[in-house]
T-cell receptor
Framework: KQEVTQIPAALSVPEGENLVLNCSFT??????LQWFRQDPGKGLTSLLL?????REQTSGRLNASLDKSSGRSTLYIAASQPGDSATYLC??????????FGAGTTVTVRA | ETGVTQTPRHLVMGMTNKKSLKCEQH?????MYWYKQSAKKPLELMFV???????ENNSVPSRFSPECPNSSHLFLHLHTLQPEDSALYLC?????????????FGPGTRLLVL
């Protein structure tokens, strides 16, 4: 069974600092890996999707890396802003539709 | 807005009540999903529908009954729930079940069972 772990559970940084969020998974045979953002009282918004054959994906200030052999993915957010405060969820694709989620990292960016 | 809407946004019900959650997607997708998100726990996949056919039931108790009348609408019928069923119920959709593309999530229904 695929287990997805996100550490730390919560993170607080001053505005402008770079954010590094970690995700680890137990089975390297993954279909893809996605990072989502969840704001309080709202659903999930997809940030980045990395196919199993890829090593990283970038979108604006966001960069996600994938190392299947070590079972790790890292989400980098450059020059954090208060608007980046949210819970970030890592989801490992077990096949073309089934996702296994981590419990998330709640980020607070202090102005 | 992701193009996926859910109603109601909040629901309080007693253990003997019967209620339904509704999800509607305006994205032209063919796959729809129900997830449960309990406090401090990862999202759990409950049901998957692909082209209106249920393709996955992730060992969900029978007090949860899904219905998918067409590719745009998904319901979750609730009856005789337990307090531990209190959670955020999220609906999602994707192009289809085999596309491997991202899922688009609704805002969720916050359910409290008393």
């Amino acid at each position: 069974k695929q287990e997805v772990t996100q550490i730390p559970a919560a993170l607080s940084v001053p505005e402008g600092e770079n954010l590094v969020l970690n995700c680890s998974f137990t089975d390297s045979a993954i279909y893809n890996l996605q990072w989502f953002r969840q704001d309080p009282g709202k659903g999930l918004t997809s940030l980045l999707l990395i196919q199993s054959s890829q090593r990283e994906q970038t979108s604006g200030r966001l960069n996600a890396s994938l190392d299947k052999s070590s079972g790790r993915s890292t989400l980098y957010i450059a020059a954090s802003q208060p608007g980046d405060s949210a819970t970030y969820l890592c989801a490992v694709g077990l096949n073309d539709y089934k996702l296994s989620f981590g419990a998330g990292t709640t980020v607070t960016v202090r102005a | 807005e992701t193009g996926v809407t859910q109603t109601p946004r909040h629901l309080v019900m007693g253990m003997t009540n019967k209620k339904s959650l509704k999800c509607e997607q305006h994205l032209g997708h063919n796959a729809m999903y129900w997830y449960k998100q309990s406090a401090k726990k990862p999202l759990e996949l409950m049901f998957v529908y692909n082209f209106k056919e249920q393709t996955e039931n992730n060992s969900v108790p029978s007090r949860f009954s899904p219905e998918c009348p067409n590719s745009s609408h998904l319901f979750l019928h609730l009856h005789t729930l337990q307090p531990e069923d209190s959670a955020l119920y999220l609906c999602a959709s994707s192009q289809d079940r085999t596309s491997g593309r991202t899922q688009y999530f609704g805002p969720g229904t916050r359910l409290l069972v008393l």
